[in-house]
């Protein structure tokens, strides 16, 4: 029973991966290409890149070589993107969630296998109730936990190398920033 609600819980955040994640772009659907030391300064036009509103914060972005890995984990180089202030704060709430199940999900396995582990000294109901219970913990905050970095991710520009040397190509974006780039005098694209 558990395994049959452990997998319908992993269908649903591939779901959720697949259809609902995408649409947390809303407009910010174009592509640009910006020179690259601009993006690592943070010297582009200050429109939110994602909503299209005047951007009030710059946030430092990066992503290092696997996307479940941090990028400050890996020392992958931080680029700079300018968000509204109501952006900044869909990206934090959607990070702090990821942070909370990411601490969750080991945690309530451990202690599941734990539980498995020493059940004999325990009354069998305790035991296999305790063990399942927290196995569907461990597998519900692994699938929040995938669902919400992406979702942490969709909410901001996606950084592409570019198709000329020094430049880095921006992907959903919101079209209002990307006719500030156009308008910018060191713009490319």
Same mark, same amino acid.
């Given at each position: ?19 609902? +994640? ?11 290409? +910006? ?6 300064? @943070? ?9 299209? /509103? ?7 972005? @990066?992503? @290092? ?14 680029? +700079? ?27 309530? /396995? ?18 296999? @109730? ?13 699938? +929040? ?45």
């Amino acid at each position: 029973m558990v395994e049959t609600i452990v997998l319908v819980m992993l269908l649903v955040s591939v779901l959720a991966v697949l259809v609902a +994640v995408p649409r947390l772009d809303g407009d910010a659907r174009e592509l640009v290409t +910006v020179m690259a030391a601009d993006f690592a300064s @943070g010297d582009l036009p200050t429109v939110c890149a994602k909503t299209g /509103l005047p951007a009030t914060v710059g946030v430092a972005i @990066g992503r @290092g070589p696997l996307p479940l890995i941090p990028s400050r984990i890996l020392r992958a180089p931080a680029r +700079v993107l300018p968000l509204s202030a109501e952006q900044h704060e869909r990206v934090l709430a959607w990070k702090q969630v990821n942070r909370l199940t990411s601490v969750v999900f080991p945690l309530a /396995l451990f202690a599941s296998m734990l539980a498995g582990a020493f059940g004999g000294d325990t009354p069998a109901a305790w035991e296999s @109730g305790l063990s399942d219970a927290l196995a569907l913990v461990a597998a519900a905050s692994f699938a +929040v936990a995938i669902v919400t970095n992406l979702g942490a991710q969709r909410l901001l520009a996606d950084p592409r190398p570019g198709d000329r040397a020094g430049t880095v190509a921006l992907r959903g974006v919101h079209p209002d920033f990307a006719r500030a780039v156009h308008a910018a005098p060191s713009s490319l694209s």
